[in-house]
């Protein structure tokens, strides 16, 4: 879904961001999902086609979710935390996130997903209010605001550490997938 910034009024402020970009990047899937996927912000490639996770890192993350049995059409609801590229794809500062989390917010509530799952250490920080290494926390069930929230691997991250090898974050990542795809069946 994608929105032209020049030809809407009511789009947020988004400090910044607005210098540079011309696309709002707002969600893929379906929007009636039980699982949530929430990432950092678009890259390149998700401006350019409107979609979040559709670059080099969401075609993966599609591979992980597809190779756990999670249909990729109707069963996820993708967004991400900021919705305008940052420029140089730099990580979204604190108030653009602030100035962006509303929207997710209402994203949130109209979704009612059952499952969040939170993409890296923006969306964990962003919706969890916590400072934690990825590493120590993911793969955990957490309870927030009646939902069941698992922070993963980004998977930029996982492009880089690309070791198939047992107990690195491509294998952690595998079976963290493996066990959202249990509770997503169990609701
Ligand atoms: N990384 C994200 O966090 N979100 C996207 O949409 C693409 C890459």
């Given at each position: 879904?994608?929105?032209?910034?020049?030809?809407?009024?009511?789009?947020?402020?988004?400090?910044?961001?607005?210098?540079?970009?011309?696309?709002?990047?707002?969600?893929?899937?379906?929007?009636?999902?039980?699982?949530?996927?929430?990432?950092?912000?678009?890259?390149?490639?998700?401006?350019e086609i409107g979609?979040?996770?559709?670059?080099?890192?969401?075609?993966?993350?599609?591979?992980?979710?597809?190779?756990?049995?999670?249909?990729?059409?109707?069963?996820?609801?993708?967004?991400?935390?900021?919705?305008?590229?940052?420029?140089?794809?730099?990580?979204?500062?604190?108030?653009?996130?602030?100035?962006?989390?509303?929207?997710?917010?209402?994203?949130?509530?109209?979704v009612n997903p059952?499952?969040?799952?939170?993409?890296?250490?923006?969306?964990?920080?962003?919706?969890?209010?916590?400072?934690?290494?990825?590493?120590?926390?993911?793969?955990?069930?957490?309870?927030?605001?009646?939902?069941?929230?698992?922070?993963?691997?980004?998977?930029?991250?996982?492009?880089?550490?690309?070791?198939?090898?047992?107990?690195?974050?491509?294998?952690?990542?595998?079976?963290?997938?493996l066990k959202i795809?249990?509770?997503?069946?169990?609701?």
């Amino acid at each position: 879904m994608t929105k032209n910034i020049s030809s809407d009024k009511n789009v947020p402020k988004v400090s910044d961001l607005n210098n540079s970009i011309n696309k709002i990047v707002v969600s893929r899937g379906n929007p009636f999902a039980k699982l949530m996927i929430i990432g950092e912000a678009p890259g390149a490639k998700e401006e350019e086609i409107g979609e979040p996770f559709v670059g080099r890192s969401g075609k993966l993350l599609d591979r992980l979710l597809q190779n756990a049995g999670i249909d990729i059409n109707q069963d996820v609801y993708f967004c991400n935390v900021v919705k305008c590229r940052p420029p140089k794809n730099r990580r979204p500062t604190k108030i653009e996130i602030h100035e962006n989390l509303p929207w997710l917010y209402q994203q949130i509530k109209l979704v009612n997903p059952r499952v969040i799952v939170l993409v890296g250490a923006t969306a964990l920080e962003a919706i969890l209010k916590i400072k934690s290494r990825i590493s120590i926390i993911r793969g955990e069930w957490i309870d927030w605001e009646g939902k069941l929230v698992m922070p993963v691997f980004h998977p930029s991250y996982l492009l880089r550490n690309p070791s198939k090898e047992e107990g690195k974050p491509m294998s952690l990542t595998k079976s963290d997938f493996l066990k959202i795809k249990e509770k997503i069946d169990f609701l």
